[in-house]
């Protein structure tokens, strides 16, 4: 275990969180069970009440997610110097794996959050609260993500074993501690470019379709939230595989976290916002597409959808404009 | 719906119409912030502090062990070292400790050596003659001695060795020289009667940073009995030390933020019946529990901003103008003669964002149950 403060700030806003979850999970039963929309007794009316405190509580709870993401990714990149090796947040990653399963969970709770307050979203606009027991179900079901998530954090910190100075004996102490490996694989440059650039361009040619025609059948929604996902991990990948390299402007550095430093002038921030920001826009979009047969918010569903596409298509132009920037304008070039 | 702007407003209103409870919440929230971004700043700037020294240490101290224990090292191993590939200058150092009964301190006596020559941070000059030396700072002040002033020592056989001080360093150069006497070698030696051929230990460069490790290896193969440092060993483990001791006074701390909760908690679910009023006269003119709920959203980051605000400002003040009295003494160790340090003004995003998480987070968990009850209010209930 390393006695740092942002470990120690990360795993206690974990148990927080952790027990904010738990609570709204024990409210979330309560509403699945009793939950009877056209009775109006006292019992139904402080349900009712509740679903507020679970929505308020949940918007907290996926707020401090987010930011756990980038305190987590900070904290890995501020404990490298202590392992043998390291350079920056993937050697310390590498320090002890499972510290990878905490990066995808948070990842991954960060998509369940948000698409569950995007269905809370389209819910509250209704008079009637169609979608009360699909979303608590939803949430019941997102509580163990969360705790699984929140112990592979502990299992991680307490797995990490700084490589320093800790007995008399004669001996060298950099040989005990194995020296961790500081890169990641990464793809080819050039095919990487070529199935970033289509992926991109389907991306947005799906997202405009819906767009100009949002009464499309529903399974060109699926196909666009689908797709979304694929780019995505497509992104992710060319990130580490080009786009890095065009940044630091040196062909061997792939480090997807180094952007989100200073001396990148916090480039990364923008760069991963639009593309988590898009993704998560046009999956809201798909994700909330079957609820459509409900006639109470078939509307505001068609409004949000269309809000959604518009705010989702321009963040993944965006995204896309930052990660060509450098390799249109730097000096660097990958090729002769 | 209202305007944010519109309910931002309002909250600003309720907030000063009940300024005794909020400013006690307000001066609770920032006084354990102050704590909290204290033993942060404090800590990266004696993080930084050390790491900026080690940077000038040499790639490898190599010390003689015998018996699990330091002991001299023979001199004749440079001959050794210096066979070995990539080695750059060896160096040779002599020093130890020595305890001052007048002053009740030790200081750190050294022999002056080539590096030394070009030191520019002393008033006066380095040593030439075994009868000459030059102190620290701290080390003049504690004897109340200047220039041309005697300096003497007493030996183990209980003889008074007498120095002329011809050197002070600089208060600049306080965190490295601050308890330091330095003499010649000659004069040194006969001092701590160290055999002629045995130093106290060597320090070896290595051109190619790269191939530290490797000269380390083969040195240990060369001599068994002898250890190699490295400066990046030194590195991680200061590193791992000011983490630690931070890690240790923040947790300390944990029970002050649990109290804080309970605090919060408290104030925050004991609302009066003005307060219920208030609330009922809003839900009766049209505004929904999701409207309340935003206010009470909007009072709670007024005063968690308010009072992260001046937190990181108190915090700021203490570390960097008074520096850090409060804290100081637990974090840095223990020493008669520590240097006067002044902490390098730093913030970053990330302290920022671990405050965050250890203040506002336990704030928002402790106050979000008790806003609802209060959101929840009926109209006809209250104004009855």
């Known amino acids: 275990m390393i006695f740092h403060t942002g470990v120690l700030a990360l795993v206690a806003g974990s148990l927080i969180v952790l027990i904010m979850t738990l609570f709204s999970v024990a409210i979330a039963l309560r509403i699945i069970i009793g939950w009877d929309i056209t009775k109006s007794t006292a019992k139904q009316l402080i349900l009712e009440r509740q679903t507020y405190l679970v929505a308020t509580i949940m918007k907290y709870v996926m707020g401090f997610q987010i930011l756990s993401l980038f305190l987590f990714v900070y904290t890995a990149d501020d404990i490298h110097k202590l392992f043998v090796g390291a350079m920056c947040a993937t050697g310390s990653l590498n320090a002890n794996p499972i510290g990878w399963s905490v990066l995808f969970a948070k990842i991954v709770i960060f998509f369940l959050c948000t698409m569950w307050l995007a269905i809370n979203r389209v819910d509250e606009l209704a008079e009637d609260y169609p979608l009360v027991r699909f979303k608590y179900k939803y949430l019941i079901a997102l509580a163990p993500v969360i705790a699984l998530e929140a112990y592979w954090q502990l299992d991680y910190f307490l797995g990490l074993r700084a490589n320093v100075i800790t007995s008399c004996c004669s001996s060298l102490f950099s040989d005990e501690g194995i020296t961790v490996a500081s890169s990641l694989a990464s793809l080819p440059v050039g095919p990487s470019m070529y199935v970033f650039y289509g992926a991109g361009a389907v991306e947005i040619v799906l997202l405009f379709l819906l767009m100009k025609r949002p009464g499309s059948s529903p399974s060109l929604r699926y196909i666009s939230g689908a797709w979304s996902l694929i780019f995505f991990i497509v992104s992710v990948a060319s990130i580490i595989s080009f786009v890095s390299i065009y940044y630091y402007e040196t062909p061997v550095h792939h480090c997807p976290f180094d952007l989100l430093q200073k001396q990148y002038m916090f480039i990364g921030y923008p760069l991963y916002g639009s593309l988590f920001g898009g993704i998560l826009f046009s999956m809201a979009a798909a994700v909330t597409e079957p609820f459509k047969k409900i006639d109470s918010i078939r509307t505001e569903i068609h409004n949000a959808q269309r809000r959604w596409t518009k705010i989702s298509i321009l963040l993944i132009i965006v995204f896309i404009i930052i990660a060509t920037w450098p390799i249109v304008f730097s000096n660097f070039r990958a090729y002769d | 719906m209202k305007g944010n702007g519109r309910i931002i407003e309002y909250a600003l209103s309720t907030l000063a119409r009940r300024k005794f409870k909020n400013f006690s919440i307000a001066v609770v929230f920032s006084a354990l912030i102050a704590v909290l971004s204290s033993i942060l700043f404090l800590t990266h700037a004696y993080k930084t502090e050390t790491l900026k020294l080690l940077d000038n240490s040499p790639e490898i101290i190599l010390q003689n062990m015998s018996g699990g224990r330091h002991e001299l090292i023979p001199t004749e191993y440079i001959k050794t070292l210096s066979g070995i590939a990539g080695v750059g200058q060896i160096t040779p150092r002599y020093w130890g400790y020595y305890y001052d009964s007048l002053t009740s301190a030790n200081y750190t006596l050294m022999a002056v050596d080539e590096n030394m ?107 068994p009995n002898s250890r190699p440092i490295l400066k990046n060993e030194l590195i991680r483990t200061y590193d791992n030390i000011f983490n630690w001791r931070g890690g240790i006074v923040l947790t300390m701390f944990f029970g002050a933020i649990a109290a804080f909760m309970i605090f919060v908690w408290d104030k925050a679910t004991g609302i009066n019946a003005q307060e219920r009023r208030e609330i009922g006269i809003l839900k009766a003119i049209g505004w929904e529990t999701a409207d309340v709920l935003t206010l009470k959203f909007w009072e709670g980051a007024v005063v968690a901003t308010g009072s992260f605000l001046t937190g990181l400002i108190l915090a700021y003040v203490h570390v960097f103008y008074f520096n850090a009295q409060f804290l100081a003494p637990v974090l840095k160790g223990w020493s008669v003669l520590f240097p006067r340090f002044q902490p390098m003004p730093y913030i970053d995003i990330y302290q920022i964002f671990v405050l965050f998480f250890l203040t506002v987070v336990p704030y928002v968990a402790a106050s979000v149950v008790p806003s609802w009850k209060a959101a929840i209010s009926d109209p006809d209930a209250v104004m009855r």
């Open chain 2, 117 to 223: 020559r070009d030191i520019q941070l002393i008033d006066g000059r380095m040593p030439q003659t075994d009868t000459e030396c030059a102190v620290g700072r701290g080390v003049a002040d504690l004897r109340q001695a200047g220039l041309k002033d005697d300096f003497f020592l007493i030996t183990g056989a209980e003889l008074s060795v007498n120095l002329k001080i011809v050197g002070i360093f600089t208060a600049n150069s306080a965190i490295l020289t601050n308890d330091l006497v330095v003499m010649t070698k000659d004069s040194l030696i006969k001092f701590f009667n160290m055999p002629a051929d045995k130093a106290t230990d060597i320090t070896v460069e290595v051109n190619n940073p790269a191939e530290v490790s490797m000269v380390a290896r083969k040195i240990r193969r060369a001599f």
